[in-house]
């Protein structure tokens, strides 16, 4: 199983940057697909959630209307298109599995991306 998480860098405030996540080794099509945050000094957040068919996303409330998540269930990728960039949303951004049904505990995900670090800032 690998999920290799990519697209990180440093933007500017207002800027945009798009992270993609390359899955294999497990049943992507029938996967729950999450991007996570972590700030230097918290915890773990939740960002954005896709369903299997890429017909039901969900979002955090801190990253809605400037976030989009999306999958490729031919190419096995999820991608998160981050717009209108906060100096807050500087993190690691994981991407993490969650094998046939979803969860609100970052504990129950099945699988974890190894990250890739954004910094906002000017």
């Known amino acids: 199983v690998q999920l290799q998480a990519f697209g990180g860098g440093l933007v500017q405030p207002g800027g945009s940057l798009r992270l993609s996540c390359a899955a294999s080794?497990?049943?992507?099509?029938?996967?729950?697909m999450y991007w996570v945050r972590q700030a230097p000094g918290n915890e773990r957040e939740f960002v954005a959630a896709i369903n299997w068919s890429g017909g039901g996303t969900y979002y955090a409330h801190s990253v809605k209307g400037r976030f989009t998540i999306s999958r490729d269930n031919v190419k096995n990728t999820v991608d998160l298109q981050m717009n209108s960039l906060k100096p807050e949303d500087t993190a690691v951004y994981y991407c993490?599995?969650?094998?046939?049904?979803?969860?609100?505990?970052?504990?129950?995900?099945?699988?974890w991306g190894q990250g890739t670090e954004v910094t906002v800032s000017s």
């Open positions: 080794g497990f049943t992507f099509n029938r996967s729950w």
């Open positions: 993490a599995a969650k094998i046939f049904h979803p969860s609100t505990s970052q504990e129950n995900y099945d699988y």
